[in-house]
Each structure stands twice: as structure tokens, then as C-alpha cells.
């Protein structure tokens, strides 16, 4: 019985048009060509990776799309348990129509062909988005990404400022922003400009976040602009050469300089705290990335406490760190959860992680889910995995431990998955 | 069939009368009068508060105690998901007979008109301890409570000693100090006459327990007399203004001190680890506290192998904990779990936190809850709460998985929930 | 029906003959000879003593077996619902045929003589070999162990090297590798070619991996020769008086020199991370140690990414680190998940940690269990432990949620039972 209803709450929230408030799709090229595209996601190259193909192999240099399917297939049956693989396996069943119930060495060939004939086919971007009930799909837009070319109803920009906060000392991340605001930076004036210039620039079509990845030993602190002036001077002329705590005081200004403006532009600051990058400087591209879980929003708290009117939707990159959200979103009103980040979007992890949501934090304040997808047709497979997830906990803590009714479970459902990205996002 | 066992065990042990270990009860005043009073605990306001209302519409003084319960009221649609919300509609309906399934802006006003009236009629303490199954409970008392005026037979006294231990350098405290022991403290022999003086004063009101809670950076360690004495004359003479080295010495010792008390005055120190104060200083009343979730008990060894005689009931803040403090109850002889603290007193939480222990610890070493209510009303939802959780607990992973009897999973309960509490803190 | 299919694949998963990728065992005494044996395991005495029961009661010298049973028997109630416990009753109904639900102080006398008697009889090893189902056993044997007198096929050695690592300092470490390397270690060579030594002895024997378990704190770093010659010099002169900083740089030269030879000798290193070591020293033989659970998988980067021929099957002591395992393991392709280790070896804990695994890192980088056993007798009510965790694990995330069947269940289950042991640590 409580299987039959969370299967009926499930489908119901399925019904819930959607809107993905974090990707990484290219609005210019937003969906696969073939099934090279998909499969190159970086959670399979990772896993065929680590199940023992070389990189060199997953990465050579003018391989056909063909031959790379064939070579990642080799590697398929050791990931067949893991749940990245299963998002594949529904993609293709859902979206090309595909009718077996695996993929494996003997039949990719023939959904190598169907991929390639779907996903050629006239209107196959609105075909992917209606079937998957999708209104609109946030992206993750460079500082210096002219935003022009792609329908900014379907596609809403969030300006992504890793680059701003932690590779400024880079000359070529200095050179994008000279190049993109038409202005020199010479002075912490005129880097407050730039970073205006940019917020102006987002703002005029649409922006719907700032949002930032933060590893783990990042502690956010107002620098005044005298010390900034100093590590400015320092960088520009030593670029990474310059001081630790010149790099150091500056990532603080900037980021700190990200909030005033969110705060002035009334934007939502999306923070993705938690990760290391290149932990694997051997990985395939995009599979280099670990963590170190000990890290506390308490770091954070100088930043929520002087930010009151910014609203922060939060991801966190280690369950060991999802009760804190949970009761940072509890306590400050300006903090939100967001979604199930990358090594947390697994499902045990987003059960165990979501009941301790539901059940302490204000519904208003949670951010269901995000795709994170790089191309628009995984956006069905995992919203697919995390509703089952939801109508699963919907059903055993709400409908049979505290007897709320069906009704009552699909308006939670829905607001967490939907409503709250509207009202905290802005229509 | 599971869930019947699971009603049926719950049903059960509902029957046993309970001894409350902690609870923040003001003994002259235990009871609410009226809805405001219940609607103003700080897990109501804190998360009204979080949901968009005001400190100032919450706090504001003067205002009427329907009237602030009118304004608490508009946020509770947001906050209806949180179990939080589930204990009060469960109190309303449990204790003064509200026939509705939920609270909302419409039928408001009827439940505090109920409210009152029930709060106002005679003998409503005992009424609620009486449907609440409760023989007596434990108080938080601060160590200059004269301790009169009440039933020390219900009301237990325990001596909270936070004050002593980390506010010793405001003159305020030191004055509270020489003023309820009739002393004067200008060296360390003088306070460690005026601590025994207050295990005396305790001891006598059949006090059960020192208590004290914990930040997450504190590391108990022996400090010598000499190195105390120094610390003392420093803070005598500057106050907070005193070096961080002083008082933190002078903390360790005083907390220490406390534990030679207990040794001493064979009482349990119940230690409740892992709290920031005041993290959101801009919140409501009590609702300003968040913590940082790495600390280790590890932090406590040289404590728990200083004092083997003295038994350390010991609480976790944060989940992560959890398995430490199973660990360490598993192999320190004089330590036992206690209980489910405030951020980890959520159903998901509490279920993995206890399958934890009842897997692992010896069942006579395991304090199974306590109420942390500040109005006596509340002791039986919460306890609600945790029963159905045990009940389900016990079914599956004794009833089923290791085919224990009904009975068997009953008699563990009860355990847990009552007759270790006596024997740990004495009859 | 999900309770039955969970049994049928349980009981399947049952029929796989066992390789135990580690244990304790000593191939010269491989049974326990009657119940003392058997009670004395450290689960038992460590909580027995938790309990209340003084360690001189225990470790009295000179009691009879019976005696010491007698003793630990009175504490048996108070742990009568820890799955250490249930894997003591379930031994003794699996392997001695005890006809009765549980042990108590009215039976044990029976079960004692019964123990006593099937222990004696002739072919006691392979009777319970048989039962279990298990084929071989991985060791635990110090460096200068001669290997000697033993079935080589059945008993596979392991070369534990937590003395060279950690206790080179002191003197005795140093003449134990001297004599069983019939060299002298007077400088860094000589150190390097008795390490050497060791594993060209151990390679003879079968050697299937080199073993070491690891405190919080310890960061495997790469150490100049130079450098680990001035400490070597320091250390042959002061031994444990040494500066810390030369202990520190000796530890991890010589770890780093063991991977080395890892590397060189095609062999498995199992990592068992986290331990800290006699933090209650008053504790009982072997229940002296606990953890600090701060500790993460970032600290081996450098070594995961140095030796990627080395396969690093790791153990994690803390539930809190198996996200991070699960996807260094998800990340790095030469590090495989391994087993279920000691504080985290209960059935919560496993339940969890086993979904994270089993969802997320390719199948064939999974060694699901050992028993860490001292005495073969324990190794069948452990793995039924596992096997039934497996089997509802299995059954849940496989076959209800992703629509699995049963033969593809056991398949996986089958093949992170054994033939992952077989592959990873050579046939």
C-alpha cells in the first residue's frame, strides 16, 4: 500500500512543469548529437576511468563519436550497479524510446544509430524539454559570456564568478575582464567598476543568481579596501607569483564585493560549498574534483549575519554537512537549501539528506532539486531519480508517521520542486 | 504486520510512567497560561523568524498575548511541514481536547479561547502531568537558585554550571557567587570553598545532576592550582578584559573543579557538547545558537580516564557525533548516551542516531530522552515523538531482523526510557 | 514479499564460498578451545567491563576458564541486546548446535560443557570451516613472523606493518628486524634493504597484500632520503626519545618505502584508517582503543596519486568517512572499498554505509566484508550479519527501487563477496 502510494505521489509530482535552477547547459548547443555526447559526461569518462581505462583511451585526440561509445562500453558492465549508469539507461528508454531493458556490449551499436537519428531529428530540443517537463533551465554563465544568441525566456543566466574570486591572480582571467567591461583595472576602483559592469551587464538579461563552488578551507571576511589596495598592487605585479595572503585578502575582497552587489541588484547568491579541485590531477577531464569534509557553515556565519537582505540558496558537496544546513536554514532567514550537490546526488544520500530537510526547515525555504546537467536530456533521468525519492519520503514521514493526506504530501512535493524556485528566484 | 507490532510496542511502553531527565521547567511556574505562552517557545519564534517575520513584530513589547500569537500565526503555513509544528497541533489535541487536524488562520482564535480556559482551570499541572505520564523532572537550575518555593519530590533540582565555567569573568557572575554562598572570592581557595558550597547548598534539595554545555572548541584539561591562581588574579582584576589565556585556564580549572565535586559528591555530570552561542546574534530570544560539527570526544579523554568513578551522561549536538558518542559509552565504563539534544531531536535523526546505540551499547548505559521543555506541556509530545520512533526502531531491527519477542523489544524500551534513568541518577 | 525476496537472495548469497580478506587468525591455534576462548574476544571483555565488571576481574591471572566465564556471564544481560551479542548466540547455535534462544546465567554451564566438548573433537578446524563456508583466510602477520607450520593455501599472510611505521623508535622493533633480517639497520639503506627483506620472505610464503592501520593525524608525504638519514641518526641514538619531527619524518619514509615495495612487488596495500590508539588505557586487553573521527581521505592524495599501480584497498573506522571512500574509490581507480571495519561493523552502520557504496562506485571496486576475526569460529555469525544487511540492501535499492531481479541481485552481492577478493588480491 505505501508502495501504491508513493508511486500515485510520484506521479503526480511529475505532472509539476519544471524549472531547473542550476545546470551547466551551453544554450547554443543544448542538446546531444549522438550518444558520444552522453556518454562523455564526465560521471561516465570518471567511472570507466576508474573501472580501469586509461585516460589516454577515453581522451584521444580524433576518435569518431563512434569509436568512443565503443570504447567506454568496454567499461560499462563494472558500472552497471552504480545509479549514474541507471540515469542513462532511463534517458535513452525515456527520451529515444529505446526498448531493452540494459545497454551492454551487444546492443549499443543499434542505440548508437537511434540516438543519432533522435537526436538529429527536426524540433529534438523542444521534444527533449516537453517530455521532460521543462519551462525554463538556469545556466552557469561566465563573467565575460555575452549572453546573446539563445532565447532568455528558455534559458536564464546565473552569473558564475569562480574565476573573479579565486583566479584573479591569473593575467588571463584579469584580461577577460578588462576585455569584457572595456575598462582597466589598475585600482580596487576600478575592479569595483568591472565587477559592476558585470552585474549590469547580467542584470539586463535576466540574471537569476550569482553563484560560486567554495572548497572547504574558504572562510568568508570583510577586507577593508586598504589591505585590498595592497594585495591588488601585489598581484598585478606578480600575478600568482604574489603572496599567498595577497591572493588570500583579495579572494575575500571580491567575494565579499559579490555580496554588496547581490545585495544592491537583490540577487540570490548561490554558494556550492565544499570542493577541491584537482584532488586527481591524473583524472579525465571534469573527474579530478574531491573533497575534504570537514568543513562548518559556521565559516559562513560573518557573511550571513552581514548579508540580512541577500538571500544565499546553499549546496553542500558532503552529507556530513547536510544537518548544519539544515539548521542554518533553520536559524537565519537568509539562508536556503538547495538541492543535492554532485558526490551528495545519490540516493541514499538525498533520503537521508531530504528527511532531515522535510522535517525541520521551513518548506518555503528548500530548493527540491537541481539537474546540474551539461546537456538537456539528463535533466529527465535524474529529476526522475529524485522524485521517486521525494513520493518515497512523502508516503513514510508524512503520509503513514504523521497521516497527512495525499493532497497534502503532492503541495509539499510541488512547492519544494517548483514554487520555491519561482518565488526565491524571481519570476 | 510490522506496523501494528510497531503500535502495539509504542501503545506499551506510553504506559510507562516517565522520569523527565532534562527539562528547562521553571518549577513556580510550569505550566502555560495560555497559548502565547506555548507559541513563544523558541522553536516557534525561531522558525517564524526564519520563515520572513520580524524580530521586532515577534519581540515587540507591550503587546498582547493574542495579539502575538495572531502575528505567529501568519507563518505558520511555511512552518507546517517541520515536526516542530507536529508537536504543538499534537499538545492541543492531546491535552486540551482540540478536535480539529490542524491550527491554522482561520480556527486560531477558538484554540486559545481553549486554550486559556484549559490552562486556567484548577489543577491543570497535575491534569497534564497526569495525561502526560510523568512522575517527576529533572530541572535546569542555575547555582545561585535558592530552590525554594516548590516540590522537590516532582521537581528535581540539577545544577547547570555554564555560568561558572565559561561567564566567571563578568563581574556579575562573581557577585551572583558571593552573594548566594555569603563568601568572598579573591583566590582560588575562596572559589573552590564557594563550588563546594553549592554542591552543599544542591545536596540538600536532593539535586541529581551538574550539568553544563559545551562549546565545541573546549578541551577539558587539568590546570595546576598555581597556574589557576595567576588566572584568577588577572580576571579579579581586569574582568573579560583579562587575557584569553587566563580565562581559558581558569575555565578548565573551574570545570574541572566541578568534576572533583561530582567525584566527591557521587553525582552524574551530564555533558551536553557541542554548542556556539550566538552564531545568528541577530536572532529571537534562544534562537541565536548554531554550532560548528567538528569536535571530537576525543577532546574529553583525558577527562573520562581522570574520573572513573563519576558517570558523564553525555549529549551530542550534532549527528555527526553520534557515532563517537556510541563509541566511547561502548568502551568508557562512565559513559553513558543521553538522550536527543535540540538540533538532533528531529524523527530521522533520532531513528539513526538510536539504532546506533541500541545495536551497540549496553542497554543499561543509554538514556533514551528527555523533554528539554520549558513548559510542562510539552514533555508529551516530544516523548510521543520518540516513542513512536523506539516503537518502530525496535520492531525492525529486533522484532524482525533478529526475531526478538514483543515482550523482549518492550522490556528494552522501558529500559531505556525509565529504569535507567533511576539507576543512573539514584532513586 | 520484499522480507522473502530479501531471504532468498540472503540465502543464496550463503552458498558463495568465502576467501576472508582479513583476519586475526593464528594458523598455529586457529580455533577456540571451549568458551573462554570465545567470551575473551574483546567485544565481549571490553563491554563486559563496560558494564560495570572491573578489569581485574577479568584479566585475574590464573582463573580457570570456566572462572573467567563465570565472571563475564554476570554482565551478559546489560549487553544482551548488542549485535556482538547475537553474533555469540548465533555462533554457538550454528556451530555447537545450542538448542536454546539465548545464553544465560541458568544455561551457560551447559553451553560451557558443550563448547568444551565439540571445540575437542577431531576435525573441530575443518568442521567449522566447512560450516562457514569458507576456503581461505587472510592473516595478520607481523614482519618478522616466520610463516612457518601452517597450510599456506588456507592461511594467506599478510605483512601488518604498523611496528615498522609507527614503533621503529622503539629498540625492541629495531632488534626484532634485525634478527629476523639477519642484518644490521645502522643507516637508511640498511633500513631499505631489511624492508626489502621482508617482502622477498613474505613473497615466498604467498603474500597477498601489506597492511597497516592509521591514526587521524598521520599524512603520508614523501620524505628526502637526506632527510630520513638525519632522522634515522637521531632515532638509532635516542630511540623513543627522539624529536618528534624525526619520528614524524622516519614514520613516513618508511610508509611511503612500503608502498614503494607495494609497487615493486604487485601488491595491495590496505589502508585501515583512523584509530587512535589507548585513549582508555585502563581499558582491557585490546578495548583500549577509540578515534577521533576529524580525519579525511585529502591526506592521502599524495599517495593515491604516486602510486597508481598500488591498489589501496581502504577501511575507514568512522561511518562519518565512508562518503569520502566512496568516492575517493568513485574518483581514483586504484582505490577499492574494503569491508566494514570494527566501530563501524554494526548493522546500521553497514546498512548505510554498503547503500552509499553500492549506488555510486563501479561493482568490481567493492570487497564487501571480512571478519577481523581472532578465532574461525567467529567468522559465520559475522558474515550472516553481512549477508542479511546485503540481502535487504539488495532487495530494496535493487530489486523494488530499480527493478532488478533476483539473479542480478546475487550476482552483485556474489561478486563483492568473492570474486572481487580474488580478482583485487590475486588468485
Redesign the interface.
Known amino acids: 500500500m505505501s ?1 501504491l502510494l508513493a508511486k500515485s505521489i510520484t506521479d503526480r509530482l511529475s505532472k509539476v512543469v519544471l524549472i531547473d535552477p542550476h545546470s551547466h547547459i551551453n544554450p547554443l548547443s543544448a542538446t546531444a548529437s549522438n550518444l558520444s555526447d552522453l556518454l562523455g559526461y564526465h560521471y561516465y569518462t ?2 570507466a ?4 581505462l586509461a585516460k589516454e583511451q577515453i581522451e584521444q585526440v580524433g576518435i569518431s563519436p563512434k569509436e568512443k561509445v565503443a570504447r567506454l562500453m568496454t ?1 560499462m558492465r ?7 549508469w ?1 540515469w542513462m539507461v532511463d534517458l535513452c528508454q525515456s527520451l529515444f524510446g529505446w526498448d531493452e ?1 540494459t545497454i551492454d556490449l551487444k546492443n549499443w551499436e543499434r542505440l548508437y544509430d537511434l540516438a543519432e537519428s533522435k537526436c538529429g531529428s527536426i524540433g529534438w530540443e523542444e521534444t527533449v524539454l516537453d517530455k521532460s517537463g521543462v519551462e525554463s533551465i538556469f545556466l552557469t554563465n561566465e563573467f565575460d559570456d555575452p549572453l546573446e544568441g539563445f532565447d532568455l525566456k528558455r534559458y536564464l543566466p546565473c552569473l558564475r564568478t569562480d574565476d573573479l574570486v579565486f583566479h584573479f591572480a591569473k593575467p588571463e582571467v584579469r584580461k577577460r575582464l578588462e576585455a569584457c567591461t572595456k575598462s582597466s583595472v589598475t585600482n580596487l576602483g576600478g575592479l569595483k567598476a568591472a565587477i559592476t559592469n558585470r552585474f549590469e551587464h547580467f542584470q539586463a538579461k535576466g540574471v537569476k543568481a550569482c553563484a560560486i563552488s567554495l572548497p572547504p578551507s574558504f572562510t568568508p571576511l570583510k577586507i577593508s579596501d586598504e589591505s585590498a589596495s595592497q594585495a591588488l598592487v601585489d598581484i598585478l605585479k606578480q600575478s600568482v607569483s604574489a603572496s599567498p595572503n595577497s591572493i588570500e585578502s583579495l579572494s575575500r575582497w571580491i567575494f565579499w564585493s559579490l555580496a554588496d552587489h547581490c545585495n544592491e541588484y537583490n540577487l540570490p547568491f548561490d554558494l556550492m560549498i565544499g570542493v ?1 579541485r584537482q ?5 579525465v577531464y571534469q ?2 574534483d ?5 568543513v ?3 565559516q559562513y ?1 560573518p557573511l ?2 552581514a548579508f ?1 537582505k541577500v538571500t544565499f540558496p546553499i549546496s553542500v558537496l ?4 547536510n ?2 544546513l ?8 537568509n539562508v536556503v537549501t538547495n538541492g543535492h550537490w554532485w ?2 546526488n ?4 538525498i533520503a ?1 539528506d531530504l ?2 530537510r ?8 528548500q530548493i527540491g532539486y537541481y539537474s546540474d546537467a551539461y546537456k538537456i536530456e539528463f535533466i529527465l533521468p535524474k529529476f526522475n531519480m529524485y522524485r ?1 525519492i521525494l513520493g518515497r519520503v512523502l508516503t513514510q ?2 503520509a ?4 497527512w493526506s495525499e493532497e497534502d504530501c503532492v503541495a ?1 512535493g510541488a512547492e519544494i520542486l517548483r514554487s520555491n524556485v519561482e518565488r526565491i528566484f524571481g519570476p
Open positions: 508502495t570518471e567511472l576511468h576508474s573501472s580501469g567499461t563494472p558500472i552497471s550497479n552504480t545509479v549514474q541507471s531493458p577541491n584532488v586527481y590531477p591524473s583524472g573527474g579530478q574531491l573533497y575534504d569534509s570537514r562548518s557553515l559556521i556565519a550571513l549575519n540580512p558532503a552529507s556530513v554537512t544537518q548544519e539544515v539548521d542554518y536554514a533553520w536559524i537565519f532567514p558526490y551528495s545519490t540516493p541514499s544520500i537521508n528527511r532531515a522535510l522535517e525541520a526547515i521551513p518548506r518555503t525555504k521517486a514521514d508524512f503513514i508517521q504523521r497521516n509539499l
